[in-house]
């Protein structure tokens, strides 16, 4: 099995984020709280709850070398949160949004974040240190829709934003005084704040949930028409690919390695695509099914599932306690899944991930004996 | 969205129906040859027209029906029909299912659940999502 733990820590989580040792985990419980849960003899306790927001917490981040915490949500607030002893000690950013932000991540340097907005808009936020003051800046009028997810390049400056125009743009963020221009890594680097790199046309309908590959040369998003987009050579001269699949669309992606990327969303089973030597993607298997039975297709099944879903069978207990990762037909997450996040790194590589959804459950998973080495 | 910029303006839509007519010639002598198969797929080839003129829709949508129509072993059709044609089937089902015509949409319901078999809930969601390429 694929799933090695399961967290039933509430009904319904919109996101969460591990701490930069991974002892911890921030998540919002579908309300205006953030909850942070940490490891303390083998049993999750509430050490934190972050209560700021008036509204739904959408996004959150945790910065892994900094420990900083950053959460949007729909009240068109930011928060960064430092600790201070004991506490968690916030500090509003004001976004100057009209609508609600819908997600957040920390760039890989971690002195700026990118909030996804409902306002059409993309706000860059860095760090002024003679006013002690988070500045938001604003990319307009460029998004002719909700942003529904952002993802930052390696290099710091370009930025990949998915929205509900079924767009997905790359954009410079380049901050005089914040970024340095480096003459080695070429014409990206040299353009200046908000302009847009390219804009990818491929979907027909809603776009969410965008990632860079760990190199940044490979760039994935998601399309609400049970599509998943591959990009390579991200510029003037793009090279895509589309996948079909037969199941219900994604919701977000994560690239495990250059060559394997990780799709959740509304088939509650995390999806394996991996590109073969041509370079060509499509889809593997599902990671939540045993071996034995691959592809065969069980329309009958899906069916009936999603009945049993419809009547309620879905009531399973609010424990918090690790629920055996033995569910028989592998499937662990009993609604959509909207959020995921690498846990273990090593390189290039992400081994373990974390999956929540709405079925308020954070799911590790482990890469490890799979019979997807073939792909890395 | 994408393909937009690919849609031709109204002065073409007589070339449009002059092609789906030569198109309706083609597949009346493939259904006389006992070929609904191949019927069908030279009515979905160069489906939807790229136009937003209603006036070509229901012609190449006359067209189509007419080969849908004409299938009546369904597990042969799909024994011989490439899944390129999966999702643009499946779009024309779903006009089909919307004229409320009793046998159009009984042999729309027949196709529709071996397509979903085949195709997966997917298929379903790529035609519906797809508010830019109606048919």
Redesign the interface.
């Known amino acids: 099995m694929a799933a090695v733990a399961v967290h039933q820590f509430a009904q319904c989580i919109t996101c969460h984020a591990w701490s930069p040792d991974r002892s911890m985990v921030a998540f919002c419980p579908n309300n205006n709280e953030v909850h942070i849960y940490k490891l303390l003899e083998d049993k999750w306790e509430k050490v934190h709850v972050l209560q700021k927001h008036d509204q739904i917490v959408s996004g959150i981040d945790w910065s892994r070398r900094s420990n900083r915490i950053v959460t949007v949500s729909h009240d068109r607030n930011s928060y960064v949160w430092n600790q201070e002893g004991p506490e968690w000690v916030p500090t509003l950013v004001i976004l100057r949004l009209n609508r609600a932000a819908l997600c957040v991540q920390w760039s890989p340097k971690e002195n700026k974040f990118a909030v996804g907005s409902g306002a059409k808009t993309v706000c860059i936020c860095y760090y002024e240190q003679e006013n002690n003051w988070w500045v938001s800046k604003l990319i307009r009028k460029k998004h002719d829709s909700s942003v529904t997810s952002v993802a930052w390049h390696p290099n710091n400056i370009l930025l990949a934003t998915t929205s509900t ?3 997905c743009r790359v954009f410079s963020t380049f901050i005089k005084g914040v970024d340095t221009r480096e003459s080695k890594s070429g014409s990206s680097s040299d353009s200046k704040f908000g302009e847009q790199i390219v804009q990818l ?6 776009a969410f949930g965008v990632k860079w590959s760990p190199s940044g040369n490979t760039l994935s998003y998601v ?5 998943v987009y591959f990009v390579d050579d991200v510029g003037p001269s793009p090279l895509a690919q589309n996948v ?6 994604l919701r977000d992606v994560l690239f495990v390695s250059e060559k394997m990327v990780i799709g959740v969303g509304f088939d509650c089973n995390p999806m394996v695509f991996a590109a073969d030597e041509s370079g060509i993607w499509s889809f593997v298997r599902f990671l939540g099914e045993k071996k034995a039975s691959s592809s065969s ?1 069980k ?1 009958g099944s ?1 069916f009936s599932e999603a009945f049993g879903k419809l009547y309620g069978q879905s009531k399973h207990g609010l424990s918090n306690d690790t629920v055996e990762p033995s569910r028989a037909q592998g499937v662990v997450h009993e609604n959509c899944i909207n959020c995921i996040v690498p846990l273990t790194k090593e390189g290039f590589r992400t081994k373990r991930f974390s999956t929540s959804g709405l079925d308020g459950k954070v799911v590790i998973w482990d890469l490890e004996n799979q019979d997807l080495s073939d792909h890395f | 969205m994408a393909g937009a910029e690919k849609f031709v303006e109204a002065d073409n839509a007589e070339a449009i129906i002059t092609r789906i007519e030569h198109k309706s010639r083609k597949i009346e002598s493939l259904l006389k040859q006992n070929k609904p198969v191949e019927a069908l797929k030279t009515a979905l080839e160069g489906s939807p027209p790229m136009t937003r003129d209603e006036r070509c829709k229901s012609a190449n949508w006359i067209v189509v029906h007419r080969a849908l129509m004409a299938i009546k072993d369904v597990d042969g059709m799909f024994s011989s029909l490439d899944p390129e044609y999966y999702d643009i089937l499946m779009k024309y089902l779903y006009r089909g299912l919307s004229t409320g015509d009793r046998p159009t949409c009984d042999q729309c319901l027949r196709i529709h659940e071996k397509l979903t078999e085949r195709a997966g809930l997917g298929c379903i969601l790529r035609s519906l999502a797809d508010t830019v390429n109606t048919v």
């Open positions: 125009d079924g767009k046309d491929l979907s027909y309908s809603w399309g609400h028409n049970s599509m079909a699949f037969r199941n219900l669309p297709s329309y899906q």
